[in-house]
């Protein structure tokens, strides 16, 4: 049974930075694409980053320069290194893991298993 558990959220002023982290058991996070999506209230769900199987990474427009993916193999987590901070960034930010090598990785259903998701708060 896979099983992603992010952690990291919080309330942060604007400018500031957070570290989310995806914690994933019954997957091998080096294995599978992994990515990170966020959804604010009233909003659809949307892409941040990936990081592909193969190390590649692959940023939402709004967190070039801002955000890095990595993960880190041993722990089996992923993580997303947010700075910058603004308060349009408030959002539930969710892990998910992608089962197909191929297709759309900035797509929501491109991806089978997701975390239940971490609150992050940007105060202005």
């Known amino acids: 049974q896979v099983q992603l558990v992010e952690s990291g959220g919080g309330l942060v002023q604007a400018g500031g930075s957070l570290r989310l982290s995806c914690a994933a058991s019954?997957?091998?996070?080096?294995?599978?694409?992994m990515g990170w999506f966020r959804q604010a209230p009233g909003k659809e769900r949307e892409f941040v980053a990936a990081?592909?199987?193969?190390?590649?990474?692959f940023y939402a427009d709004s967190a070039k320069g801002r955000f890095t993916i990595s993960r880190d193999n041993a722990k089996n987590t992923v993580y997303l290194q947010m700075s910058s901070l603004k308060p349009e960034d408030t959002a539930v930010y969710y892990c998910?893991?992608?089962?197909?090598?191929?297709?759309?990785?900035?797509?929501?259903?491109?991806?089978?298993?997701w975390g239940r998701g971490t609150q992050v708060t940007v105060s202005s």
């Open positions: 998910a893991s992608k089962t197909l090598r191929y297709g759309d990785l900035t797509a929501v259903s491109g991806y089978d298993y």
């Open positions: 990081i592909s199987w193969n190390v590649n990474t």
């Open positions: 019954g997957r091998t996070v080096s294995t599978y694409t």
